[in-house]
């Protein structure tokens, strides 16, 4: 089955620094990867993602790029704010589960020091 | 707006107990899902359901049931509870789309289980 790998697994930077969370995935055929966001004691929410027929994608300051051929792919958050301290969390989708499930890395703790 | 809801925030079983965990999605969605989150490990499928009555293990299966009588209604079931299966159990649920991959999946606020 699919097996996502999530680095870092801490990270922490300055307010107004960029930040770069990596993911990689080990089913060629995972054509759908979301991104979440766990603030503390909140359940995980959607903040972007990508299908496979694209390389990149913006939303304000958050960003995704997807490398198909190194089954890899990125959220760039930049200009950093406190509110941006959470957990992240990358995912792919399951051929073996027919898409309808996803396989989420282990998480990335971000901390944005004011 | 989606919601999905939880029975319980909190809940504290002895071992061996039988315990459930409720889960309740008002959008009519097809797909409900239960993870278990760990830290270091993220989410863990434990089962899903694409379906009434229809459901296929995920990752973790191993100690855990469900049950799937109505669309909105996904309950996970801990046969014999043990002190490992102690963690956060969320439940999510998603729409099926023709022709096109995995969906947006929308969480429950998570029920932290304690088995002692």
């Known amino acids: 089955g699919e097996n996502v790998e999530q680095h870092p697994s801490t990270l922490s930077v300055q307010e107004g620094d960029s930040a770069v969370i990596k993911c990689t995935y080990s089913?060629?055929?995972?054509?759908?990867f979301p991104w979440y966001k766990q603030e503390l004691g909140k359940r995980p929410q959607l903040i972007i993602d990508?299908?496979?027929?694209?390389g990149e994608k913006k939303d304000q300051r958050i960003a995704v790029t997807l490398n198909k051929t190194a089954k890899h792919f990125s959220l760039h958050i930049t200009e950093t704010q406190p509110e941006d301290s959470a957990v992240y969390f990358c995912?792919?989708?399951?051929?073996?589960?027919?898409?309808?499930?996803?396989?989420f890395g282990s998480g990335t703790r971000l901390q944005v020091q004011p | 707006d989606v919601k999905v809801t939880q029975s319980s925030r909190y809940l504290v079983k002895r071992t061996g107990e039988k315990v459930f965990l409720e889960c309740v999605q008002d959008?009519?969605?097809?797909?409900m899902f239960w993870y278990r989150q760990d830290p270091g490990l993220g989410l863990r499928l434990i089962y899903f359901?694409?379906?009434?009555?229809?459901?296929e293990k995920g990752d973790i299966p191993e100690g855990y049931s469900v049950s799937r009588e109505k669309k909105e209604r996904f309950s996970l079931i801990l046969e014999s509870a043990s002190t490992n299966q102690t963690s956060m159990y969320l439940c999510?649920?998603?729409?099926?789309?023709?022709?096109?991959?995995?969906?947006?999946?929308?969480f429950g606020p998570g029920t932290r289980l304690t088995v002692t």
């Open positions: 995912a792919a989708s399951s051929r073996d589960t027919g898409r309808r499930a996803l396989t």
């Open positions: 990508i299908r496979s027929n694209v």
């Open positions: 959008m009519d969605h097809e797909n």
């Open positions: 999510a649920s998603s729409l099926t789309l023709r022709r096109r991959p995995s969906h947006e999946q929308y």
């Open positions: 359901s694409y379906d009434v009555k229809m459901k």
């Open positions: 089913d060629s055929a995972s054509n759908y």
